[in-house]
């Protein structure tokens, strides 16, 4: 057998490995480099096209690799460099997606394709501030193109200028008024500014242009204000009958169908309803509660005492107040109390914590102490500051010009030793509220991204104790660094816990603080409603309507 056919036959047993996406297919695709070195242009075909095919079936773990095989003969052959892009888009990995794309840009430069899909991989990331830049740069030679428009509007809304955003979108539906995902994007963004009527309308006019819209129904039940009337029950209980309804559209449907009865009392029917649009958004997303457990036990092993006495010089900056804890807990409130205040900005549930986390979280590090948290460990003084001056300098296009801002991410409490290690003068607040009513709130919420484990009260339960635990862990580590705020206590004692907050922060009580509800500012959570109303106490209890249905929740916290 000579050499041209020793590499087809063993090409084809490497297409079979990775038909059956084999564990050892990387190290059958480094055998075949050694022992063939460069592929023919008529073996890359053929390997590209069994790549391609393998991601069209959703096989991307084969597709990687063998798009690296090519890579590895040829590696600046843009058709895999391109696809490995994909996979990785297809697989969440937007940085490295990112990176990917810029390889090909450097190989064809010219390809507006090119620069969509690096602008769509970059909003992706968080990094919204060069989407704005890609997309001036395709709408200049391509003016009018409502793709670039409409990702260049999302980018604005992403950056907190919701009116640039409001114009943008304005100018699109000048030419395109029937479209209903701008018409939906519209209404959005008039809701965050607080044009609560004008957002109604708009989520109105999806509808009639799209009768079974299951967003625009839970955009108008994301208002928490809005009430169905009973021809809006039965329009939703027509639109989930249609065939063409796809799973997150009936689950959007089912979650505002959910609050329509709630707001009746029908709360048997309405948990029901609440069950299924959960089981539906659970499909959608893949969440293992073990993997926050681990988590968790990783930052309680890394971040002790110990290490933050040997990490104590890093940035300075004592600007950042950081808001965590979990959705539904009142975080809102809070913000929207403190962002009265005449020295605090508020931005929004800002992503660069995440990033950064994401970052040091790389995949090609190797070691026990190489990925996240253990990275730390690693970093001396000068890259710990390094870090906190990056975050500085990533968040500043959020704030005003107040000396503190705030960042209010939630989540972020998992993240309280990285923010310790790189500003260890930033405040850090824990808004906390009954875990019971939290846990129900969250239940009958639909969320967007980032919150996997809200589609099942189990889920709930065991996130929440885990929660509680590494707060225990982080007020041990870090004695007097973290306030604890209770809703209920805000509820029920504004002013007190107003100036408790603020004594925390090193500032003095305004008076404003008080009547946060007049504020003008845009608000781009699920309470923005909500906050433009004085407090009430109504909502403290409401999770006792559903209290029978509570066994799993209360079981997953009870758990020790």
Known sequence: MNRLEQMDTDLVALQELSQRGSEGLAAATKQ??????????????????????????GELYAAEQLSRVILQSDSKDIKSLHLLAAVATRLGHHEDAVQLLLDCLDISPNLPFLRYELASALFKSGTFQMVLGLCDELLAYEP????????????????????????QYEQILSGNPDDADILLRYGIALQIVGRTHEAIETFRKVIDRQANNGEAYWNLAN???????????????????ADSVDTLGRAHLLFALGAALDDRRQFNEAFRTYAEANELAKGLVKYDPKNTTELVDRCRRVFTRQYFESHKEACDADDPIFIVGLPRSGSTLLEQV???????????????????????????????????????????????????????????????NKHFFIDKAPHNFLHIGLIASILPKARIIDTRRNPFACGMSIYKQYFARGTGYAYDLEHIGLYYRDY???????????????????????????????????DYC???????????????????TVSSEQVRQPVYHSALEQWRNYEPFLAPLKDAIGQT
């Open 32 to 57: 075949f480099m050694a022992d063939h070195g460069a592929l023919g242009r008529s073996h890359k075909d053929a390997l590209f096209a069994r790549a391609t095919d393998r991601f069209k079936q």
């Open 144 to 167: 009018g193109n409502t793709e670039y428009e409409a990702l260049r509007a999302a980018a604005l809304v992403k950056l907190g200028r919701y009116g640039d955003a409001i114009t």
């Open 223 to 241: 208002l928490k204000t809005y009430k169905f009337d009973e021809a809006d029950v039965a329009a939703m209980r027509t639109a989930l009958e």
């Open 338 to 400: 403190l962002s009265s205040h005449s020295a605090i900005d508020a931005t929004m549930e800002l992503a660069e914590i995440a990033a950064m986390v994401r970052s040091l979280n790389n995949p090609n590090r190797t070691g026990k102490d190489a990925q996240f948290p253990g990275i730390l460990k690693q970093l001396e003084a000068d890259e710990l500051r390094r870090l906190g001056e990056e975050y500085l300098k990533r968040t500043r296009s959020f704030r005003g």
């Open 468 to 502: 509680l635990r590494l707060m225990k862990h982080w007020h041990d580590v870090l004695p007097g660094r973290i306030l604890t705020v209770q809703y209920e206590d805000m509820v029920n004692d504004m002013e007190g816990q107003v100036r408790k907050v603020l």
């Open 506 to 524: 090193g500032l003095e009580f305004e008076p404003q603080c008080l009547e946060f509800y007049k504020s003008k500012r845009a608000v781009a």
